[in-house]
């Protein structure tokens, strides 16, 4: 077991292990292997305080993987390239670049010629199937290895059959294998002649670290020449015959539903609508165009029905959350402390591709298009919805426009799939934006208190309550979670209440240490936005380590160094600080701040400069927020294994800039049962004008025979080192975020009609 | 209905289709041109930015009944023509800084980048931090620091 905080290496050695794999019988060399290949089978849990500590959501994830026994396979094709279908789903994390890279290690061939795709529903996957939790490259790593490894294997013993030179002597490189006197042999002749008339198992050895020559080095993205020339394709993208553009009339207040609709016959007579018809969302308008549906939508008439949360505003959940919140302790503290309370807002987890879907539903068979990240949980959802047998449904895992969490959940497959089947023809279903920011997934408005207790120099005690509307989990995260709760040391606990353990651990040596959820309100639409738990929950935590370390007469870096568990722990926090230059003398009305946090069996820490001076916080920018500016962020991770440094130097910046957002800017304010925000002039991510001018991003060392977790990584660090930096620049520590919540910075759009005219004077804008 | 004339990346076309319907969906529902991306169909979010005679413009906001037949549509699919090459020097910037993650805004980032560089260079001077700060364009996976070395890098390849 490692110790807690350091991650290190749960597999234990795999130098020159032999691993399982299969070569399956197909026309070309086809090679496989198990998903979840035993990466957590050191991950026992035992009856322990800490349950984050010993088994994380990491492992769970890959242990939940162990019994389905899916294969996953690598092709090799007779014109020398190589094929996998990557059960997951991409969203711009860079996993197809990355699969590519452990592709092209284990079987010598050049990048370009590995094609990466995404894989339909693949229900005898089970749990495996599932992009979320910072997971992906965790689990596949292993398993993606061994079988390119047993492709290389075959294809050298192909060859040594044809050449007449032992397996040994050869060499595969840039796919062609070579003996000794120079004779090659192309890789797409042997691609034929590997193949197998039978499946077997096989066993491998894997490519010793040492030897790497991919893994590891930076590799820019595999699909970048088409996305900067349009040609990547997304859902709304594709050209499915008679798919026609679909948008929904949505209610005023959140989770409505129609009542009655006074002109349905009026709009579907509308210039190029072609089908009007009512669904348990709203009212779905077909149109030659997807302008002639926000037409359409506009123009109805409909009377609607309360919604899951009528009358519900801002003040009202945050009285339902003091309600429902935990006590910090039994006993009164016998030696001093320092607390806070601090109040997280409700957060859009809308990614700029809207929710999507196409969908073709005919009497005996469906078949559905859209960026999935549960795409077996959808397909069961889907196939009940309208009345199908699980196999008559076909879902197609499209290339998605970013996720953050949002793409666990289908609702737009599922409407697609509704829409197609009353009016019996294929649609493009799309939310327009203001559907999006008003009906869609939000982050949950949270609360969390800290409690550190503390002698002398010595700290005593930690206790955290996180208080939070609902998370929604049912996307099939919530199932894996339930499905092997009763295995772990947490007693008779929810899955959301499990989840949280999973996902927190206590990095810091701070004594009796407990982090407690308790969860009320399941009226919203609620999931995960980058990061579920963690960024609020490090956040309060860091600013109260900077007022105890304020009240201890340290300084804030000093304190951490001191009180941080594990050696690579205290090496990042180490590294930002001296790259950062941590306590440089910096004007009145800027500071910097520094924070730390692990998850995912990685660590990292952020070094952030802010300016909260009045020229800088007041400068104009016209429909935007400007606000304090963090003008430096210093960034380092350390994920065990870095199989693509580039990427995932592009995943941290992605977080860094939604940390900046969730600390400073980015919230929703609900009135009357909707939320005030309908579109990204209202809704407040970071945009250029809020993103520092200097970010350096470190990536340590690798520390681990595995990769780590990355995704969702660096939100935590960055959100609380900025709120640590604000807190130290105007010398009153924050305790709502994000810091402008309480002021409205935009003129509401109305809910009737739910989305906004399209404008006519784009001419006049020319620039 | 009305028939509406205009070029596009180069091509004369003619649709048949209302005056009011706003020309991205023209391009993408009907031409088919899905490099522009919807993402709030406001003038926004930009993620439809193309060019019209060479400046950026967001087509969810201009009616097609606006377009004369001389009028020149530039969409991140014909961009590298106007120039003569397979890739416009942004283009390959955008490549050299593995700027895209997810990929979505990315067409319009880049048509807004150029046509940025574009205004600049007639003044007469060279990119600041004031106009990258001005860009408007929404990358919810935050490439935005890749975006700005891109962009100085691309303008003096342009």
């Given at each position: ?13 795999i ?157 595969l490189?840039a ?13 797409g ?50 050209a ?66 309360a ?14 959350l ?90 737009a ?79 008779d ?62 300084d804030?870096h ?13 090496a ?36 952030v400069e802010i ?40 995943q ?12 400073l ?45 990355a ?10 080192a ?25 003129e ?20 | ?47 439809c ?93 935050g ?16």
């Amino acid at each position: 077991m490692t110790e807690p905080g350091g991650g290190g290496d749960v597999a234990g050695s795999i130098g020159r292990r032999r691993f399982l794999g299969y070569v399956l019988a197909a026309p070309t060399l086809v090679t496989a292997a198990e998903l979840g290949v035993a990466s957590a089978a050191g991950a026992q849990p035992a009856a322990a305080p800490r349950v984050a500590d010993l088994l994380d959501l990491t492992d769970l994830m890959t242990v939940a993987t162990l019994p389905t026994a899916g294969l996953i396979a690598v092709e090799v094709h007779a014109d020398g390239t190589a094929s996998f279908a990557l059960p997951r789903a991409e969203v711009g994390q860079g996993i197809t670049t990355s699969t590519a890279m452990l592709i092209a290690e284990e079987l010598s061939l050049p990048l370009d010629r590995i094609r990466v795709t995404l894989a339909d529903a693949r229900p005898e996957l089970v749990f495996n199937q599932l992009t979320g939790g910072s997971n992906t490259t965790h689990a596949t790593y292993r398993p993606i290895r061994v079988a390119a490894a047993i492709a290389r294997q075959r294809l050298l013993a192909a060859a040594s059959a044809e050449l007449g030179s032992p397996a040994g002597e050869l060499t595969l490189s840039a796919g062609v294998v070579t003996d000794r006197a120079g004779r090659g042999v192309e890789l797409g002749v042997l691609a034929v002649r590997a193949a197998s008339d039978r499946s077997e198992p096989v066993t491998v050895e894997l490519a010793a670290r040492e030897s790497f020559t991919v893994i590891g080095r930076p590799h820019n993205r595999v699909d970048a020449l088409d996305a900067v020339t349009g040609r990547k394709k997304f859902a709304m993208d594709l050209a499915v015959p008679n798919a026609l553009p679909t948008m929904v009339c949505r209610p005023p207040t959140i989770n409505g539903t129609v009542n009655s609709v006074a002109n349905l016959a009026e709009v579907a007579a509308m210039p190029g609508v072609t089908d009007v018809v009512v669904i348990g969302t709203g009212v779905a308008v077909r149109a030659r165009t997807f302008g002639q549906c926000v037409d359409g939508v506009r123009a109805l008439r409909v009377s609607w029905k309360a919604g899951t949360a009528a009358g519900k505003s801002d003040e009202t959940v945050l009285r339902e959350l003091a309600a429902a919140e935990l006590p910090l302790g039994l006993l009164p503290p016998l030696t001093p402390t320092v607390e806070g309370r601090f109040t997280f807002h409700f957060r859009g987890n809308s990614a700029l591709e809207p929710n999507c879907a196409i969908a073709d539903v005919r009497a005996d068979r469906a078949e559905i298009w859209s960026a999935l990240k549960s795409p077996i949980v959808a397909r069961q959802s889907i196939a009940a919805r309208i009345g199908l047998p699980l196999n008559r449904v076909t879902v197609h895992v499209t290339e998605g426009g970013g996720s953050f969490g949002r793409k666990l959940f289908f609702d737009a497959a599922l409407e697609a799939a509704e829409v197609s089947k009353k009016i019996g023809k294929p649609v493009k279903l799309m939310w327009h934006r203001a559907d999006d920011t008003r009906q869609g997934r939000t982050h949950p408005m949270a609360t969390s208190r800290v409690r550190m207790s503390y002698l002398g120099d010595a700290v005593l005690g930690y206790q955290q309550r996180h208080t939070s509307v609902s998370t929604d989990l049912g996307h099939g995260l919530g199932e894996i979670i339930t499905a092997f709760a009763a295995q772990l040391p947490v007693g008779d606990i929810g899955f959301a209440e499990t989840f949280f353990l999973l996902s927190q651990e206590q990095s810091y040596r701070f004594g009796v240490s407990s982090q407690l959820l308790s969860e009320t309100d399941k009226g919203f639409n609620t999931g995960s936005t980058r990061n579920v738990y963690s960024p609020d929950v490090t956040t309060a935590r860091e600013l109260i380590v900077d007022q105890l370390a304020a009240r201890m007469g340290s300084d804030p870096h000093d304190f951490r160094r001191r009180f941080l568990r594990a050696d690579r722990a205290k090496a990042v926090l180490a590294k930002v600080a001296e790259v950062g230059q941590w306590g440089r003398a910096m004007p009145a009305g800027t500071a910097q701040g520094i924070a730390f946090h692990a998850e995912y069996k990685s660590v990292s820490a952020a070094l952030v400069e802010i300016d909260c001076r009045p020229e800088t916080v007041n400068r104009p920018i016209r429909d935007g927020v400007g606000g304090p500016r963090v003008t430096k962020v210093v960034f380092a991770v350390d994920v065990g294994l870095a199989v693509n440094p580039r990427g995932l130097e592009a995943q941290m910046m992605g977080g860094v800039m939604d940390g900046i957002a969730l600390a400073l800017t980015s919230s929703l304010h609900l009135r009357d049962g909707y939320f005030l925000e309908a579109s990204w002039d209202n809704y407040f991510y970071t945009r250029q004008w809020n993103t520092p001018l200097d970010l350096r991003i470190i990536i340590m060392p690798d520390t681990s025979e595995d990769p780590g977790g990355a995704g969702e990584l660096s939100v935590a660090a960055s959100m609380a080192a900025v709120a640590c930096a604000y807190g130290r620049a105007t010398g009153t520590m924050p305790t709502t975020f994000p810091i402008n919540h309480g002021t409205l910075s935009f003129e509401p759009k109305p809910t009737v009609p739910p989305v906004p005219a399209s404008p006519t004077d784009g001419r006049d804008h020319a620039s | 209905m009305p028939e509406h004339t205009f070029r596009v990346n180069g091509e004369q076309v003619t649709v048949t289709v209302e005056d009011d319907v706003r020309l991205l969906w023209v391009l993408r529902d009907i031409l088919g041109i899905t490099g522009p991306k919807y993402g709030c169909g406001i003038n926004v979010c930009r993620a439809c930015t193309s060019h019209l005679n060479g400046r950026a413009v967001s087509p969810c906001s201009i009616p097609v009944g606006d377009l004369e037949p001389t009028d020149e549509v530039t969409t991140i699919e014909g961009l590298a023509a106007t120039v003569d090459e397979d890739l416009h020097p942004m283009q390959r910037a955008w490549l050299d800084h593995d700027v895209a993650q997810c990929g979505y805004c990315q067409p319009g980032q880049i048509m807004a980048a150029v046509a940025l560089v574009r205004r600049v260079t007639e003044e007469g001077r060279s990119i600041t931090d004031a106009d990258l700060d001005g860009l408007r364009n929404i990358c919810r996976c935050g490439t935005y620091p890749r975006i700005r070395d891109a962009i100085r890098d691309g303008a003096a390849r342009m």
